[in-house]
């Protein structure tokens, strides 16, 4: 089950925050901690998420935000899931699982990051509530990028 722990908790950043999940993975995949060449590493690519993540984090407390249970958000959030759940699955994981935990974590960190955040995000308690919810992500973020360790994916399937 280990083997799929960095894949689950990307998911839930997934959920949280999608573009702090992105961040994420340009940011383990610049240090080798991803399975395959898919997720870009470079310096724009870094710099790009991190920023989109910043603004994502800013934005989240607009009152004009759109809900994450949206389809098309809730979609996007599953799909990065299971990019992230796949890249950061595991020498001895399988790729699929590691999907698949990917997306677990992703409707789970939608659904209990919006409970917690409460019904109304654009009060002054919802907006101290998302900052909260931020530091939870992006904290749990470079956790996550952490656990991926690297040597786990040297000669991964690719």
Do not use: N
């Not at 990307?10 to 399975?35: D, E, I, K």
């Not at 931020?134 to 990028?145: C, I, K, N, Q, S």
Request: charge should be positive; charged fraction near 20%.
């Amino acid at each position: 089950m280990q083997e799929y722990g960095a894949s689950f908790g990307l998911g839930v950043v997934a959920g949280m925050r999608s573009m702090a999940a992105c961040a994420a993975l340009t940011w383990a995949a610049s240090q080798g901690r991803t399975r395959g060449d898919v997720i870009p590493a470079g310096p724009g690519a870094r710099t790009l998420a991190t920023a989109a993540a910043v603004a994502e984090m800013a934005g989240d407390k607009m009152p004009f935000a759109p809900d994450r249970r949206i389809p098309a958000s809730f979609a996007f959030r599953l799909a990065i899931g299971a990019v992230g759940g796949w890249a950061l699955a595991g020498r001895r994981a399988t790729p699929a699982y590691g999907a698949l935990a990917g997306v677990a974590g992703a409707v789970a960190g939608t659904l209990l990051g919006r409970a917690a955040r409460g019904g109304d995000s654009h009060s002054a308690e919802g907006r101290i509530r998302g900052l909260a919810e931020d530091a939870v992500a992006a904290g749990l973020a470079v956790l996550v990028v952490m656990s991926a360790d690297p040597e786990r994916h040297r000669g991964a399937p690719r």
